[in-house]
């Protein structure tokens, strides 16, 4: 049976995560994101939620509305004296703390996936990546003190005392020796998971402001905690551009910004060089996801981009993404000019105009919302 405050914890998280869940989209359209631990936990500020806890009061004090005095006398403290007392001196108490309440990836995806009603992606890659789990199902005479048995060392040692006779039901008193300790022994299984490339590029020219890069960090977060949560292990590559496109890390990708023109191409075929070197479509699964402005240089250079597209990146892909940042710089053309080429909602090709941070949400059910 469990122990009381192990159920009030329990019903505490719920409480908890119900919460997030709740308030998810204030939380997406502020900017703020979960702070990764080492541990492969999440660590979500929670400013309106408290520890529940009992706080006791001096008995010397009385209740509201009792002591001496006649109606209409001031109430202490209300002409501002003392220190912490008035709108101009500061206050001596500590003030209210922040709660961070740690979540796993598995519980933060649960989350955004029944906030968005998102399906599971059924994988399309053949290819699997081995990893080995080690599962404690069955017991041993050796190991470390970590790893100890204690009730299968003592059940040992009953039947040894037993068997020599050394038992006494009237002092029923049960000592194990080192021959009857019992370890938890792991036996290693290999399982087989699907592998994922996730592709990131983004337009770095001078018409991407900083907010428009804010909104493409945070969508791409929890874009990125899906995909995990539906995969084993992803690989995350990073592609800016502006009239040229390099690979960058992810620190680069987000802080980077030029003021040159716009070839879009240039990162479509990045991209097609990416995956023929290094991903397999029939083995993997990938995912390229495209921001941008919508400016592009040229016509020309429109038309090259769709035969790209057509030839090589979608017949490759899962699903391609194209995410239209507004911007008041940007003419937003090239959103129309894929949703005259495939349409707005095509089988392989999803386009989301992402107006501000409020619409991230509504973006990322756009994206992974066919489960592809």
Same mark, same amino acid.
């Given at each position: 049976m469990d122990h009381p405050i192990k159920r009030d914890h329990s019903r505490f998280r719920k409480i908890v995560k119900g919460r997030i869940?709740?308030?998810?989209?204030?939380?997406?359209?502020?900017?703020?994101?979960?702070?990764?631990?080492g541990s492969g936990t999440f660590k979500v500020p929670m400013p309106s939620i408290d520890t529940p806890r009992f706080k006791f009061g001096d008995k010397s004090q009385g209740g509201m509305g009792q002591g001496d005095g006649q109606p209409g006398d001031p109430v202490q403290g209300e002409e501002g004296e003392g220190p912490g007392e008035g709108g101009e001196k500061a206050?001596?108490?500590?003030?209210?703390?922040?709660?961070?309440?740690?979540?796993?990836l598995e519980e933060l995806a649960s989350i955004l996936g029944e906030e968005l009603e998102l399906p599971n992606i059924e994988p399309k890659g053949k290819k699997t990546i081995e990893s080995t789990i080690d599962r404690y199902t069955s017991v041993g005479s050796t190991g470390p003190d970590s790893?100890?048995?204690?009730?299968?060392?003592?059940?040992?040692?009953?039947?040894?005392?037993?068997?020599?006779?050394?038992y006494d039901p009237d002092n029923p008193i049960v000592i194990p020796i080192k021959s009857d300790m019992r370890y938890r022994a792991a036996n290693t299984v290999v399982e087989n998971e699907?592998?994922?490339?996730?592709?990131?590029?983004?337009?770095?020219?001078?018409?991407?402001?900083?907010?428009?890069?804010?909104?493409? $960090?945070?969508? *791409?977060?929890?874009?990125?905690?899906? !995909?995990?949560?539906? %995969?084993? =292990?992803?690989?995350?590559?990073? /592609?800016?551009?502006?009239?040229?496109?390099?690979e960058v890390d992810e620190?680069?990708?987000?802080?980077?910004?030029?003021?040159?023109?716009?070839?879009?191409?240039s990162a479509y075929k990045l991209c097609r060089e990416i995956i023929q070197a290094d991903y397999n479509p029939a083995e993997w699964n990938i995912y390229p996801f495209h921001?941008?402005?919508?400016?592009?240089?040229?016509?020309?250079?429109?038309?090259?981009?769709?035969?790209?597209?057509?030839?090589?990146?979608?017949?490759?892909?899962?699903?391609?993404?194209?995410?239209?940042?507004?911007? $008041?710089?940007? *003419?937003?053309?090239?959103?129309?000019? !894929?949703?005259?080429? %495939?349409? =707005?909602?095509?089988?392989?090709? /999803?386009?989301?105009?992402?107006?501000?941070?409020?619409?991230?949400?509504?973006?990322?059910?756009?994206?992974?919302?066919?489960?592809?």
């Open positions: 869940r709740d308030s998810l989209r204030k939380y997406v359209s502020s900017g703020e994101m979960p702070i990764q631990k206050g001596s108490d500590a003030g209210n703390k922040e709660l961070e309440v740690e979540l796993s790893l100890k048995h204690y009730k299968r060392s003592f059940k040992e040692a009953l039947k040894r005392q037993v068997a020599t006779g050394t699907n592998a994922a490339v996730v592709i990131y590029m983004m337009d770095v020219s001078g018409s991407m402001g900083d907010e428009q890069k804010e909104i493409v $960090r945070t969508e *791409s977060f929890w874009i990125n905690l899906w !995909l995990k949560h539906q %995969y084993k =292990e992803i690989d995350v590559r990073y /592609i800016i551009h502006d009239a040229t496109a390099k620190e680069t990708f987000f802080r980077t910004r030029e003021s040159g023109g716009t070839l879009i191409s921001f941008s402005d919508g400016d592009n240089w040229s016509t020309d250079d429109t038309k090259l981009c769709l035969e790209i597209l057509d030839n090589d990146i979608l017949p490759s892909s899962n699903i391609f993404c194209y995410g239209q940042v507004e911007s $008041r710089y940007g *003419s937003g053309q090239f959103y129309k000019d !894929l949703h005259s080429k %495939y349409g =707005e909602r095509s089988e392989e090709m /999803i386009l989301s105009k992402i107006k501000n941070k409020d619409a991230i949400l509504d973006s990322i059910k756009d994206f992974l919302g066919k489960g592809k």
